[in-house]
């Protein structure tokens, strides 16, 4: 943390300012400029709050040297964390991918879809049966039953399964049935939920909220690690700006800068950013060039009749096609 | 809702379409224009979802045409709701404001703050005893002690108080303890705590998600609402954009749109949208002239040993400051 | 600026920056941290360029300390800058307010608007003769036959007018007729155009680019202050972000935000941020509470019949009772 | 264009709004809906201004259904415009790229990139002379002298030369030495100088605003087709976002939803959205999968010592690792 003070100010100004720092506890280490003084926060241990500082007299800035997060850091642990479910690793420079509708609505739907993307090379089945939904009265999944259906998959196709979980209260039923849980954009800092899921046991794929920038992510993550769940993979899904051509804005660049940031796996969710089936395929082909842990993508058998986003999930035909290109670029990607 | 349809497209794609709508319970009414046609989805109760037809063949663009809300609308409901919680009203044309600490610290500190923003005029007071946090290592909050203090501030100075819920395991004791329960702008869209709050019997401030359009914070009151609790308060608290001057961007322009569209009582938070406290006074004037129905504010006795959020807390003599000023220009605002 | 290192790194790589720094010509100081060495670049006078040092080995990150501005700093120049045009004054702690319709349509609209709103209290007119359109097939603008009718309304009301000029080309001719110039938001970074303008004696309305930080705004101010033009007015017009519910949001809190950081007068326009007129009506409120240097509304005789944004022009009526509103206000928040 | 009355407005403020839209010569189709009317304008050629309605009694909404460019709409013209340069053709299905500096800092430094560049596979170099700087205090181009070494570049490599126009006065002469003209992000509504770029017989690369939607983008190309020119090249190079980890955030999905509403072709420039090396080298892989129609790098022979942007140019050596891993990736892309 570095403390930019105001020009010219009289030295008892820095001095109050100095006993501030140290009476929580840190060490204060002025540094004269050229036209003014900053003081640097040092050794201190974990985040320190810019708002601490920011409205003593004299103070013209407070600056964040230090990340805040650890558990996270590639500076605290320098290998890629690995996370194996069933066939598929996540964080060894594969390209696993996982599949399916964005709501489980009968048995017969996910075992077709299931058996579809299973053959075209699909990993993992996805598949909602908590629903989170921006209206009350719209469908909001199957529940219990939606969770059955899953279970029935993984045992007819021996694919593992990915479900959401929205709240606390069915984190248990959730978890008892999912072989990861998925911890959706809207509840990326609902700390509670959070909490409970650095208590599982089973592997959590954490979307990114809808505007949370990379560190806020990263400490959403970091709720999860100090429970000690250390099997966290995140998963971009596009972010809010002011474009109306697509319904997120994917952003791309923050697979990179993850990755540098953190040890931990980073995959794509093409198809809830774009909103719209061409752009899905587009965008799922640039992830796999761009170095993605993953690719998660919506896949349904009917898609113009679906209870919930119809217009961005892919047809079997078509991601069978686009499981072949993105292989095949991701093959050129990882060689040296 | 509008189905655009592409130009020249043979007539049976438009009748391919026309029936996928009709398929779904609606009616279709096609509308030939000037070079395309398009497509009224006609008597839908509640909201159609667009995803359901913008991936048909033939199909350009869907666009919604009414509102997707029902409870919350101006149209369902012509007069201003009106919510009674000690000696405020929210709605009826006057300007309660609220004011307290970020964070409960202690009794002495509640006390304290509250008997200031008492004398200066405050109708409620507030504080966090749940805080979120974006660090699980930032200080979480008192728990039940810090709602203890805050019934103690009630029981000592007869003011109300509001507190933040995080989640539904807790909700139970903050509606205990609290007049006022407020859901914080990270779990704007957690349904679950939603649909609990719609079953409480105490007053909800819903604090606007960071990116939240009025729309999805208008569902999100839907949600309380359609649970059974009309008494939802919105409080505007900045959302999230590309400005790097405040912490948020405080959108004034939410308040008279949100009165446009819906008759419950909107509040402003200048505080957190801010960050600092010379804006945060500018943005509580600017608030009072602008017709909201209350405003909330940070007041800590000692901003600068805060355990959170010093920097944006007003001292003492600047809330009775800005109370006189916001109070008078409330008087000007509400003259015909 | 501060290059901060990566950890663990070894001394020759910490080295082999400094001398990166030095051989540009600045002062390289290092500062051991708690565990890692961060670089302190000193007497650097005007910007140094992050890019510089951000892809050298071993930098994780640049972060900025001083602010690149110098001519429009608050530092450079404690009091405010006063800039006096007919009977206002921008910067002396009034409200002069500029009024006007969008475009100039006719001799006889102006003249008649000008009528009203002098009577009204408007201190200057202001009216289009060149018109930024989106569309190339809109009204463009009457060019010099609407500079003539702004010079007509001038002396035959006594009011200085204001109008946009939208190129090099044409800036002689709009100098010339104009009493104050105003550059548009779209133009905020045509640097030729800058330059132009600081060449000129006529004060300029600097508009905020539509997703213009602060400091490029101010930035973009620097470029007409250092061809020797003092006289520039900041206009605050709305930024663009999610929002939808208004054409653009009104970012507030830039105005003590600006005043804090230069010296320069800031107005509001609230017209163009809102786009609908009740918005409007309720943000000039609030842009009077929250010290505002000057307000600039749009007024239409008959908004309906208006060449250009007729929804977000006031009627005459309507602008009266705002103006009283206004100056009521104003009052109360400048008594200390 | 749909105009949505409120519900229950009695038929006179309907037939009001009719003879409204009428008397501004469009065609008024009431149609009745569940429970309010909308009334479609019909025939208009062109685009028409919500505004014109949005204010009028009863008014609730007016939304475009049409959109407001015509020639460069996929609509006016269903086949891909070619754009043939050198040995690059933009829009032909082929991926051309465009490399060399952010600046032209001396000719041995643009001839020795230029050779690089060319010996990699690159079809076109950039390098700029007249350099649009956010301070005035920057180096802003070696101007004339700029143009001569890029002339020197072409003749002894044979690479056609793009390079950025910054002003209507400077045009003349940058179009006399380049053989593609660009307009860069914050000239992308520089109205006047869109005009002169339509009139130019030299290609043109405009790159997207900072903030700018599809539709202001496309109606931007509409500015310089109008004009007569109707090689437009639109490049995007990232938007303004919340986002902090990279200097803007490239929006990918433009890239399909451009190519659907336009014939014009589409390419990409990662450099300025990424702003750092690394992640430039993922977002290229990443545009040349998507299905760009080209791609445009930053290359420095010694970025350490660039004049600008020199963290994010690519060393000679990635250049060519980059250009090896695209071009296998469109042979990719490309099969059927």
């Not at 248990?172 to 999912?178: F, G, L, N, R, T």
Request: charged residues 25%; contains cysteine; glycine residues 8%.
């Amino acid at each position: 943390m570095l403390v930019v003070m105001e020009k010219g100010i009289p030295e008892k100004t820095i001095q109050a300012c100095i006993n501030a720092i140290e009476k929580r506890g840190y060490t204060a280490r002025p540094i004269p400029g050229g036209d003014r003084v900053s003081i640097g926060i040092l050794h201190n241990t974990g985040s320190v709050d810019a708002a601490h500082f920011l409205g003593l007299d004299g103070v013209k800035e407070v600056i964040p040297v230090t990340k805040p997060y650890k558990l996270v850091s590639r500076e605290f642990k320098q290998e890629n964390t690995r996370i194996k479910v069933g066939d598929a690793v996540f964080g060894d420079g594969s390209l696993p991918v996982i599949a399916g509708p964005c709501a489980v609505e009968s048995l017969e739907q996910v075992l077709s879809i299931a058996g579809s993307v299973k053959k075209a090379g699909a990993l993992l089945f996805r598949g909602g049966a908590f629903k989170p939904r921006t209206s009350p009265y719209s469908f909001q999944g199957l529940e219990k039953k939606g969770l059955e259906f899953l279970a029935a998959v993984r045992e007819e196709t021996g694919l593992p399964v990915v479900t959401e979980v929205m709240d606390v209260e069915n984190f248990d039923i959730v978890e008892q049935y999912a072989d990861v849980v998925q911890i959706g954009t809207r509840n990326m800092q609902n700390f509670s939920l959070l909490k409970r899921a650095g208590k599982s046991d089973k592997p959590v794929i954490l979307k990114r909220g809808m505007s949370a920038t990379l560190q806020e992510w990263l400490m959403a993550a970091e709720y999860i690690m100090a429970e000690g769940n250390n099997d966290v993979i995140l998963c971009e899904r596009g972010v809010r700006t002011f474009v109306r051509h697509s319904r997120n804005t994917l952003d791309l660049s923050v697979v990179p800068a993850a990755k540098k940031e953190s040890h931990l796996p980073i995959i794509v969710d093409p198809s809830h950013a774009a909103g719209v089936r061409d752009q899905v395929i587009s965008l799922a082909l640039a992830s796999a060039a761009l170095g993605a842990d993953g690719v998660m993508i919506e896949v349904h058998n009917k898609p113009e009749e679906a209870m919930s986003d119809g217009a961005q999930s892919l047809y079997p035909d078509q991601f069978i096609s686009v499981m072949d290109k993105m292989n095949a670029i991701h093959q050129i990607v990882e060689q040296k």
